[in-house]
């Protein structure tokens, strides 16, 4: 790729969050995911990181913080250490002037530096501060430690993911980390729509992430009320419908498969050559294909395991049967639909060149948001944030007031 083929970061872009001024305190990975989603659509986000830096430049790939490159793109950085008075007094000189305070310490330690919501938002009665925590700032596992991890193993997560029989699988990402920190942005954009009003005011959010996680996987609560079954694990397939797996091609690819509804069942035994199945009462019926899905998987795996990806993909396209290919990274960027529709985007990089990221998400047809600035270095913008606020020589830091 030239230069000339990267995407240009636009500094200067209107975008629908301009305006809006975001502390950001949190670390690692669900307080970046949630600045992310505002300052992607212009909010000025300002990472506050401590002398040392946030720990999710720690995480390296080849020497390089990628994690840090895309998920604190288009912020700020600015050093503050909360346990000297005099940054302190800075965070407090910031809080009046911005709309929003996101943090992400253990329960108890923002009071413990005086900087609790009292305080916050008795400085911006109009501030909305969003409080991410493992478990919350209530109930009795409020000061335990809160990894995604733990969360993706208790939540339910774990106990229904990998195959029968088998141990508990943990996603090999940040899940409850990134679903936390996408929840924590609609709330903030909800909590600012709540302060604009007439009588509107500041507010506290407690964002878990422990319950987001849990939102996403299905009725399961319900299920186990209702019927007192627990959903078990069963790799590739779901519990309310069949066909759906992934099977192997003949050439060592894999080609996932549902179909979901009746009439696609029906059409995909048609292409197969098997429209004996649709009045068998074995796979007449959602229910019945459900109890006899490993005769299914069979029938299926034995006709898609005679062709290669690309013919399976062809044929099955062509007949309308809803089936997609399992890629790797590399796979997915080369995809001729990722490309056209700029599902990634590549800008120029000082340190390694060029970097390959995801792109704006989700498309405004209006007031879309903008790449406006590379992830920042330590610092960076410290004269810029800082340079307008008053001598801290003039201020009493003893009382923390002037």
Known sequence: MTDKEYVQYQ???????????????????????????????????????????????????NGISLFWKVYSRNKKSVRLDLKRPEDKERFKQLV??????????????????????DVVLKLNPRVVMVRVSGWGQTGPYQTKPGFGSLVEAMSGFAAKTGFEGERPVLPNMALADMV??????????????????????????????????????????????????????????????????????????????????QAMAERLFKVIGRSDLIEDVRFRTNSARLEHVEELDAIIQNYIGKSSLAENLAFF???????????DAQQFERDPHVRERGVLVEVADDQIGSLLMHSIIPRFSATPGALRYPAPELGEHEAEILGSLPDLDMLDLRTGSG
């Open 96 to 117: 009046p002037t911005s709309h929003v305070v996101v943090e992400s310490f253990r329960p108890g330690v923002m009071e413990a530096l005086g900087l609790g919501p």
């Open 317 to 327: 396209d062509a007949a309308q049967v809803t089936v997609g290919p399992v890629y």
């Open 180 to 261: 936390a920190g996408l929840y924590g942005a609609y709330s903030v954009l909800v909590a600012l729509r709540e302060s604009e009003r007439p009588g509107g005011q500041g507010q506290v959010i407690d964002l878990s992430l422990l319950e987001p996680l849990h939102s996403i996987l299905g009725p399961d609560a319900a299920v186990f009320r209702l019927t007192g079954r627990i959903p078990a694990r069963a790799g590739n397939r779901i519990s309310i419908t069949a066909p759906r797996n992934v099977y192997a091609t003949a050439d060592g690819g894999w080609l996932a498969l549902s179909a979901s509804t």
């Open 11 to 61: 500094p200067l872009a209107r975008c629908p969050l301009g305006g809006v001024r975001v502390l950001d305190l949190s670390r690692l990975v669900a307080g970046n995911m949630l600045t992310l989603q505002l300052a992607d659509f212009g909010a000025e986000v300002i990472k506050l990181e401590p002398h040392r830096g946030d720990p999710l430049r720690d995480w390296k790939e």
